[in-house]
């Protein structure tokens, strides 16, 4: 049975109890103090949208910020 969990320890107490679940033989420790990684917004979704849909947006957005300022 392979069922993998990420959890985050808020009470130090958590750690003791892991350790004896892992001298137990019930669960295994793979990574201690794991920090997962953010990537940046731009690496996230670097591709989403062709070059001429980013000038059709810029151009609507421009559009849409000079109306907004003629109110």
Known sequence: MENTMLIQVTNQKAVGLLREL????????????????????????????????????????KQMRTEWNSI
């Open 22 to 61: 892992q001298e137990l033989h019930l669960i295994k420790v793979l990574k201690e103090n794991y920090t997962p990684e953010n990537p940046k917004l731009s690496d996230k979704y670097k591709g989403a949208i062709t070059k001429e849909q980013g000038g059709n947006l810029k151009e609507h957005i």
